[in-house]
Structure formats: structure tokens, C-alpha cells
């Protein structure tokens, strides 16, 4: 599980529409397990388990959590069986037993925690291979926050799912994951274990008190 913290602007939500195809690249390759991402389209990407969840939510409003989470896992229904399908829908309800408790519920008429457990759902029924969300605790209540990271350790502990996580809560976020990039403008200014980032003076001041961090002091 890697952190990609930053202030706004910086680049992280870029950096996610990058490697799930939504915005076109300029120079440079992306990769995964050999594979160069960028000469496939988004949706082909979302079939080949590069799966994005993206920032406030996105759910289809109108329709059902469970035609929301069906939704989601039109990019295998081609290679996955029935079972393997009904098993994704399971391991989400486990997941998220109040989504079990509303699956006929419309998905506008949720609260804002229990949209943002439909849209990582949404995003668990493709089976990804790897997951990026992005900004999945903007606007929840701090209880809502903890059972969000929770689950997210929680996904990638028991299904071994390769995370990119994209967090302005610094501080959980760097509680839960392996490794962190602070990203400045579109670079990278300090990377390191997120151990390590928790204890960066640089990244305390400006991302779990307050300061600016400097590129120039980037470790390699």
C-alpha cells in the first residue's frame, strides 16, 4: 500500500487519472508488471484489474446499490464466472454490511460515508489488481473516517490488493500504508517507508502540523 500525499494542486489526483487512462500522457511510460499502461484506453485498463475510485464518489445516483455494484463488474463479466462474480458481490457485503442492509436502496438517498463504501465496493466487484483511490475520507465524520481506513487495511492485509491511496489526512494515511511520496507540483519532493515519513521532520511540519515542505531536500 503506497500514500501519495500533497497539497492541492500538486498533482495526485492527476498522477491517478494518468495510470487509469482518463487523461492522456505527455511524455514518460507507466507500467504494470511489465505492461505499458498507456498504450491501452480506460476501459481496457479497468479490464486488465487497473481499477480507479475516484474522488466524491461518482455513484449512479438513480439506480440501486446493487445495480451500482453490477456496474462494476461489467469489465470481467467476460472472463469471470457467475460464481466468481456473486463471490465479489459477497466479499463487498461482508466488507460492508450496511450496503447488504440497502441493496435496493437508490444510491442518491445514502448517506455520504455509505456512498463512499458503494464506490470502493464499485470498485472491489472488478477484482482489481490494483486499486487507487482517491480522497476516500473527504467530507466523512471522523468515525466514518476510521472505518474507512479500517476496511482499506483491511482489503489489502487479507486480499493482498496493491493499493496507491491518495489522502489529504496525512496522518492516517501514513498510519496504514508501506510507502510514501510527497508530491510537489508535479514532482516528487521526499519519498521513504511511511514509517519513516511519520518521523520526517519536513513532512511533520508541513503535513501533520503545518510548514511547507522543500523539494530541494528530496531523498533520493
Not at 455520504?112 to 489488481?129: D, H, S, T
Not at 494515511?173 to 521526499?190: H, R
Request: no cysteine.
Amino acid at each position: 500500500m503506497v500514500a501519495v500525499l500533497g497539497a492541492n494542486g500538486a498533482g495526485k489526483t492527476t498522477l491517478l487519472k494518468a495510470i487509469s487512462g482518463l487523461v492522456p500522457i505527455k511524455g514518460g511510460k507507466i507500467y504494470l508488471k511489465g505492461e505499458d499502461l498507456s498504450r491501452h484506453l480506460a476501459y481496457q485498463l479497468a479490464g486488465m484489474g487497473v481499477v480507479h475510485v475516484p474522488e466524491g464518489r461518482r455513484v449512479f445516483a438513480t439506480l440501486s446499490v446493487e445495480e451500482n455494484l453490477n456496474l462494476g463488474s461489467y469489465s470481467i463479466r467476460r472472463t469471470a464466472s457467475r460464481q466468481e462474480l456473486q463471490k465479489a458481490m459477497d466479499w463487498v457485503f461482508e466488507l460492508f454490511p450496511r450496503l447488504a442492509e440497502r441493496k435496493r436502496q437508490l444510491a442518491g438517498t445514502l448517506s455520504g460515508g455509505e456512498q463512499q463504501m458503494l464506490a470502493i465496493g464499485r470498485g472491489l466487484v472488478a477484482r482489481p489488481k490494483i486499486l487507487l483511490l482517491d480522497e476516500p475520507s473527504l467530507g466523512l465524520a471522523p468515525i466514518l473516517v476510521q472505518e474507512i481506513f479500517r476496511v482499506i487495511r483491511q482489503i489489502h492485509e487479507e486480499e493482498g490488493v496493491t493499493i496507491l491511496l491518495v489522502e489529504q489526512n496525512a496522518r492516517k494515511a501514513l498510519g496504514i500504508a508501506d510507502y510514501g511520496y510527497i508530491l510537489e507540483i508535479g514532482k516528487v519532493a521526499i519519498q521513504d517507508t511511511a514509517a519513516a515519513l511519520r518521523e520526517n521532520e519536513q513532512v511533520r511540519a508541513a503535513y501533520l502540523g503545518g510548514g511547507h515542505v522543500q523539494a530541494a531536500a528530496s531523498q533520493p
